[in-house]
């Protein structure tokens, strides 16, 4: 009697810790699936979003080519919520095997992306940045997608240069333009009848300092995204953390269903 009661005890313990280890997996899942949900929307965002924040992703191919890995990081942890969702809560061995495989995959392609971004970090530096607005920026060329990048960015943020207007020296706009000291797109605007219209555009290009945006449009864009890579940054801890508690908890179900 005393090893059955005792084989009985054992047995009712590990179904307690299965069915503790089955709900806690579904939680981790529901937060994947939110945290999917969110990468979606951001991503979603930056490509429909009407003040033009496409077009300064658009200033680099890194940070363009990020966008769609963010869309398809969404969609799969979205779907893997779902599914280990499911798993879980049914206590199916080959959702949740399936469930594990590809978490792990996702896993070591975030790591990668985290080891590229490390690598190619000098492509977000000022002086990168500097160099290529020198090199290939032309002013007026609205069929040159790098010069309406940059116009777009200037009006967007009124900013001027990487660092400020003094960028334009010795540049290739200021071989194409030599009566212009900064392009039009630095040029300060103001309201006038709901419309924004320039200032005094001649004094602009002429190099009238009162007349143009002075700020630099390195500092202007971090400024104004400061928050939101502080965010995206703790986020990105928060779902690894998830997904390596998820992978334990789905090996542990695994292992534990008869």
């Known amino acids: 009697m005393g090893q059955g009661e005792a084989s009985a005890r054992g047995t009712t313990m590990e179904g307690d810790c299965l069915s503790c280890i089955k709900y806690l997996m579904f939680v981790f899942n529901f937060l994947i699936f939110l945290g999917g949900s969110f990468l979606l929307g951001v991503g979603v965002w930056v490509l429909v ?28 942890l979205f779907l893997l919520g779902f599914l280990g969702c499911c798993g879980a809560i049914r206590e199916n061995k080959c959702l949740l095997l399936f469930f594990f495989m590809l978490i792990l995959l996702i896993f070591l392609a975030e790591l990668a992306a985290a080891i590229l971004a490390f690598i190619f970090r000098e492509h977000l530096t000022r002086e990168y940045f500097t160099k290529e607005l020198k090199s290939h920026y032309h002013g007026y060329n609205n069929s040159d997608v790098f010069t309406s990048t940059w116009n777009a960015i200037m009006t967007t943020f ?41 200032s005094s555009q001649e004094q602009c290009l002429s190099g009238n300092m009162m007349f143009r945006n002075n700020k630099g449009c390195y500092s202007a864009v971090v400024d104004y995204f400061e928050l939101y890579i502080y965010v995206a940054g703790a986020m990105a801890i928060v779902v690894l953390t998830i997904e390596l508690f998820a992978m334990v908890f789905a090996m542990c179900l695994f292992r534990g269903i008869q």
């Open 49 to 76: 979003d009407p003040t033009g924040f496409r077009e300064i992703v658009a200033a680099n191919p890194l940070l363009f080519t990020g966008v769609y890995i963010i869309l398809g990081m969404g969609g799969m």
């Open 158 to 198: 009124d900013c001027c240069g990487v660092n400020s207007p003094e960028d334009f020296k010795d540049s290739l706009f200021r071989l194409i333009n030599q009566n212009h000291m900064v392009p039009e797109a630095c040029c300060q605007r103001i309201l006038a009848n709901g419309e924004r219209v320039y």
